[in-house]
């Protein structure tokens, strides 16, 4: 069994800032892509960040130049750094991965997600 447990999330007024986390445990032989995903009331969740196993990032272009994706593969662990927040970057954020449980076939299923994390962005 595979987990993905998040944490970081909470309320900060315009401007502010916070870090994300998720750290991915149990039987994993490999982690490809990891990501970060959000979705407001009312919206369908979107991607807002990844980063690949090798380090080459994407961010959607609402995000770009506040946020930014990085991951440490000892650790198993995503992080997502929010600067500059505004009242529209809030939502329930989920981070998602790539993973093999096996070497052979070494086959990603990216059908692993976190239990979401709350941001508020309010004055």
């Known amino acids: 069994q595979v987990q993905l447990v998040e944490s970081g999330g909470g309320l900060v007024q315009p401007g502010g800032s916070l870090r994300l986390s998720c750290a991915a445990s149990?039987?994993?032989?490999?982690?490809?892509?990891m990501g970060w995903h959000r979705q407001a009331p009312g919206k369908q969740r979107e991607l807002v960040a990844s980063?690949?196993?090798?380090?080459?990032?994407n961010y959607a272009d609402s995000v770009k130049g506040r946020f930014t994706i990085s991951r440490d593969n000892a650790k198993n662990t995503v992080y997502l750094q929010m600067n500059g927040l505004k009242p529209e970057d809030a939502a329930v954020y989920y981070c998602?991965?790539?993973?093999?449980?096996?070497?052979?076939?070494?086959?990603?299923?990216?059908?692993?997600w976190g239990q979401g994390t709350q941001v508020t962005v309010s004055s």
């Open positions: 998602n991965a790539g993973i093999a449980t096996i070497s052979r076939p070494l086959v990603y299923d990216y059908n692993y």
């Open positions: 149990g039987s994993i032989f490999s982690i490809n892509r």
């Open positions: 980063i690949a196993s090798g380090g080459s990032t």
